[in-house]
C-alpha cells in the first residue's frame, strides 16, 4: 500500500454512540467506516492522484530527500537556532459565535509555542521509554507585526462572511448516495477552501512564502434534505509544503487552488474557546478542543505524517524514531498497546500515544520526537526557507545581544532596555510581545540611530520585533529580571 501524504486531520470512533442516517458524507467517503468524523487525508490525496498520477509518490520522494539532507548535515549548524513563524490568523465568521476573541487565539499561540519547544507542563508524562527519543524543536511562532502591504498589524484578520457552511450544503437527500459520492469528488475540497478566498466568501492568503495562514470559519456540511443535519467530517485540514519547483509543472497546476496552510473549525481553535461541539459530536469536547489539534496540523504542514503512517504495520512515517502501529489511536489514551513490532534503541515500543502526530486525545498527547524535529527543521530550510525568522539562541546571558548587528543591552535588565537601531535606514517598526504572542508595546521610528526602552513588565521572557516594510525582520529574546 502506497504511504498516503497526509493532509487533514479528523475525529475517529472512540465513543459509542451512532449516527444513523446522520453522518452520510462520511459514509460515502469510507462505507465501511463508522458515521463518526474521520480523516479524510487519504481520499484527497487519491483525488489528486486521479488527476496526477505521480503525486503521491513524488511526496514520499520529498520525504526521503528530506532525511538525506538530515543524514549528511546531521542538523550541527542549526539546532543552535529558533526558527521563528510569523502567523496570520483569518477568522471568517457569519455569526457572533465564530468570531472568536483574540484571547482564545493569544491562548492557541501559547499551547503552539509551548507545544513545539516542549515548554508544556504535560511533558511530566511522557512515559520513561520515550523521555531519550523526544525532544525541543526550537520553532517558535508569532503573530506577524506587519501586512503584506507594510502596514502595522496584529497578526489578525476578520472577515464578516454570508456563507454559513464552508463544507457546502449538500443538493441529494436518501437514496442518492451515487450523486452523493459524486459530490464529495467533484465539490467537497472546493467548498472548504473557500475559506482562502475573498471572491469566495473567505480570505485571501497573505503571502504564503512569508507567513503561515491559519483560517478559521465553520467546517460542517449542511444537509437539509437529512433533517437539516449539519455534519462535521474534517475538525481541521492542512497542507504540506506543495512549492517544489522541481515538482512537473502540470502536479503545479492540480495542487494550485489549494492554499497552503491550516483551516480549522472555529470550535476547535485555543482551549479556552467559549463555544463546545454540539450533538451529536459533544463527546468529543475536551478530546480535541484543547488546542492540540492545531499543533497536529501545523506538524503536517511543517512535512510530518500521522505516525502510524496511515496503514499497518508495514507502514511508515518516514520517521526512524517513531514506533510502529497499524492504525491510529481513535482518539483515546491506551498506554498498552503495542500494535507492531519494531524495535528502537534495542527496544519493542509500545504505540506512542503521547505524540501529536497520532489521533489520541489531547490530554494524553505532549512530544515531538527527534526525528520529527529534525525533519521539521530540515523542512523549513529547504522547502520553506522565506517562512522563519533565526534567532540565536547561545548568547551568553549577560552578554548584548547583537543580530545582524542590532544590539539590545542590558539583557537581562530590570526592564530599561537600550535599543541600537542604527542598521536601519528610514521607517522601523518596533513591537515586543510576551510568551502568549500578545503585543504589549509597540512604536515606529524614522531615521533613529539608538531608543531606550522602559518595559513595566512582570519578570520573564520578552521577544522583540524590529522590521521595515520591504526590508528583513529581526527577533531577539529580552529578558526582565
Same mark, same amino acid.
Given at each position: 500500500?502506497?504511504?498516503?501524504?497526509?493532509?487533514?486531520?479528523?475525529?475517529?470512533?472512540?465513543?459509542?454512540?451512532?449516527?444513523?442516517?446522520?453522518?452520510?458524507?462520511?459514509?460515502?467517503?469510507?462505507?465501511?467506516?463508522?458515521?463518526?468524523?474521520?480523516?479524510?487525508?487519504?481520499?484527497? =490525496?487519491?483525488?489528486?492522484?486521479?488527476?496526477?498520477?505521480?503525486?503521491?509518490?513524488?511526496?514520499?520522494?520529498?520525504?526521503?530527500?528530506?532525511?538525506?539532507?538530515?543524514?549528511?548535515?546531521?542538523?550541527?549548524?542549526? @539546532?543552535?537556532?529558533?526558527?521563528?513563524?510569523?502567523?496570520?490568523?483569518?477568522?471568517?465568521?457569519?455569526?457572533?459565535?465564530?468570531?472568536?476573541?483574540?484571547?482564545?487565539?493569544?491562548?492557541?499561540?501559547?499551547?503552539?509555542?509551548?507545544?513545539?519547544?516542549?515548554?508544556?507542563?504535560?511533558?511530566?508524562?511522557?512515559?520513561?521509554?520515550?523521555?531519550?527519543?523526544?525532544?525541543?524543536?526550537?520553532?517558535?511562532?508569532?503573530?506577524?507585526?506587519?501586512?503584506?502591504?507594510?502596514?502595522?498589524?496584529?497578526?489578525?484578520?476578520?472577515?464578516?462572511?454570508?456563507?454559513?457552511?464552508?463544507?457546502?450544503?449538500?443538493?441529494? /437527500?436518501?437514496?442518492?448516495?451515487?450523486?452523493?459520492?459524486?459530490?464529495?469528488?467533484?465539490?467537497?475540497?472546493?467548498?472548504?477552501?473557500?475559506?482562502?478566498?475573498?471572491?469566495?466568501?473567505?480570505?485571501?492568503?497573505?503571502?504564503?512564502?512569508?507567513?503561515?495562514?491559519?483560517?478559521?470559519?465553520?467546517?460542517?456540511?449542511?444537509?437539509?434534505?437529512?433533517?437539516?443535519?449539519?455534519?462535521?467530517?474534517?475538525?481541521?485540514?492542512?497542507?504540506?509544503?506543495?512549492?517544489?519547483?522541481?515538482?512537473?509543472?502540470?502536479?503545479?497546476?492540480?495542487?494550485?487552488?489549494?492554499?497552503?496552510?491550516?483551516?480549522?473549525?472555529? *470550535?476547535?481553535? /485555543?482551549?479556552?474557546?467559549?463555544?463546545?461541539?454540539?450533538?451529536?459530536?459533544?463527546?468529543?469536547?475536551?478530546?480535541?478542543?484543547?488546542?492540540?489539534?492545531? *499543533?497536529?496540523?501545523?506538524?503536517?504542514?511543517?512535512?510530518?505524517?500521522?505516525?502510524?503512517?496511515?496503514?499497518?504495520?508495514?507502514?511508515?512515517?518516514?520517521?526512524?524514531?517513531?514506533?510502529?502501529?497499524?492504525? @491510529?489511536?481513535?482518539?483515546?489514551?491506551?498506554?498498552?498497546?503495542?500494535?507492531?513490532?519494531?524495535?528502537?534503541?534495542?527496544?519493542?515500543?509500545?504505540? =506512542?500515544?503521547?505524540?501529536?502526530?497520532?489521533?489520541?486525545?489531547?490530554?494524553?498527547?505532549?512530544?515531538?520526537?527527534?526525528?520529527?524535529?529534525?525533519?521539521?527543521?530540515?523542512?523549513?530550510?529547504?522547502?520553506?526557507?522565506?517562512?522563519?525568522?533565526?534567532?540565536?539562541?547561545?548568547?551568553?546571558?549577560?552578554?548584548?545581544?547583537?543580530?545582524?548587528?542590532?544590539?539590545?543591552?542590558?539583557?537581562?535588565?530590570?526592564?530599561?532596555?537600550?535599543?541600537?537601531?542604527?542598521?536601519?535606514?528610514?521607517?522601523?517598526?518596533?513591537?515586543?510581545?510576551?510568551?502568549?504572542?500578545?503585543?504589549?508595546?509597540?512604536?515606529?521610528?524614522?531615521?533613529?540611530?539608538?531608543?531606550?526602552?522602559?518595559?513595566? *513588565?512582570?519578570?520573564?521572557?520578552?521577544?522583540?520585533?524590529?522590521?521595515?516594510?520591504?526590508?528583513?525582520?529581526?527577533?531577539?529574546?529580552?529578558?526582565?529580571?
Amino acid at each position: 500500500m502506497m504511504k498516503k501524504q497526509i493532509l487533514l486531520i479528523a475525529a475517529a470512533s472512540i465513543f459509542a454512540f451512532t449516527l444513523n442516517a446522520q453522518g452520510v458524507v462520511s459514509n460515502q467517503i469510507n462505507s465501511s467506516a463508522s458515521t463518526f468524523p474521520e480523516c479524510g487525508a487519504h481520499y484527497f =490525496m487519491e483525488k489528486v492522484e486521479q488527476e496526477e498520477a505521480s503525486f503521491m509518490e513524488l511526496s514520499d520522494q520529498l520525504l526521503k530527500q528530506v532525511n538525506n539532507i538530515i543524514k549528511q548535515q546531521k542538523q550541527s549548524k542549526s @539546532s543552535a537556532t529558533i526558527l521563528t513563524i510569523p502567523v496570520v490568523f483569518h477568522v471568517v465568521y457569519n455569526n457572533s459565535q465564530e468570531n472568536i476573541p483574540d484571547s482564545v487565539i493569544f491562548n492557541q499561540l501559547q499551547i503552539l509555542n509551548e507545544s513545539f519547544r516542549r515548554q508544556n507542563a504535560d511533558t511530566a508524562n511522557t512515559r520513561v521509554d520515550f523521555k531519550p527519543l523526544v525532544g525541543d524543536s526550537k520553532i517558535e511562532f508569532k503573530l506577524a507585526d506587519f501586512d503584506p502591504a507594510g502596514n502595522p498589524t496584529n497578526g489578525i484578520s476578520r472577515t464578516n462572511t454570508s456563507i454559513t457552511h464552508f463544507g457546502g450544503v449538500l443538493p441529494y /437527500g436518501p437514496g442518492q448516495n451515487q450523486q452523493i459520492t459524486q459530490w464529495v469528488n467533484d465539490s467537497l475540497y472546493y467548498n472548504y477552501f473557500r475559506l482562502t478566498s475573498d471572491s469566495l466568501g473567505g480570505k485571501d492568503p497573505w503571502n504564503t512564502n512569508e507567513y503561515l495562514n491559519v483560517w478559521m470559519g465553520d467546517l460542517r456540511i449542511f444537509e437539509p434534505q437529512f433533517n437539516n443535519f449539519e455534519e462535521l467530517v474534517f475538525f481541521a485540514l492542512a497542507t504540506p509544503p506543495l512549492n517544489h519547483v522541481n515538482w512537473p509543472a502540470s502536479v503545479l497546476n492540480s495542487i494550485a487552488p489549494y492554499e497552503q496552510g491550516v483551516l480549522i473549525h472555529y *470550535v476547535n481553535v /485555543g482551549s479556552n474557546n467559549p463555544n463546545q461541539l454540539p450533538a451529536p459530536y459533544q463527546s468529543f469536547n475536551g478530546v480535541v478542543t484543547d488546542g492540540k489539534v492545531m *499543533v497536529h496540523e501545523v506538524g503536517h504542514y511543517l512535512g510530518l505524517r500521522h505516525i502510524w503512517g496511515d496503514g499497518n504495520c508495514s507502514e511508515d512515517d518516514f520517521i526512524q524514531d517513531t514506533p510502529r502501529s497499524d492504525a @491510529s489511536s481513535n482518539w483515546a489514551c491506551n498506554f498498552n498497546t503495542n500494535s507492531c513490532l519494531d524495535t528502537i534503541n534495542n527496544l519493542d515500543l509500545n504505540n =506512542m500515544v503521547e505524540n501529536y502526530m497520532d489521533y489520541s486525545s489531547g490530554a494524553c498527547q505532549n512530544s515531538f520526537t527527534k526525528g520529527q524535529v529534525n525533519l521539521m527543521r530540515s523542512v523549513l530550510r529547504v522547502y520553506r526557507p522565506n517562512l522563519y525568522d533565526t534567532l540565536l539562541t547561545s548568547v551568553p546571558e549577560k552578554q548584548a545581544l547583537a543580530l545582524n548587528q542590532v544590539k539590545v543591552f542590558p539583557n537581562p535588565t530590570n526592564g530599561n532596555f537600550t535599543i541600537d537601531l542604527s542598521p536601519f535606514k528610514g521607517s522601523v517598526y518596533l513591537g515586543v510581545r510576551n510568551n502568549t504572542g500578545q503585543l504589549i508595546h509597540e512604536a515606529h521610528y524614522l531615521n533613529q540611530k539608538k531608543v531606550n526602552l522602559n518595559l513595566d *513588565v512582570p519578570s520573564g521572557v520578552y521577544f522583540l520585533q524590529l522590521s521595515q516594510a520591504h526590508g528583513e525582520r529581526i527577533s531577539a529574546k529580552m529578558i526582565v529580571r
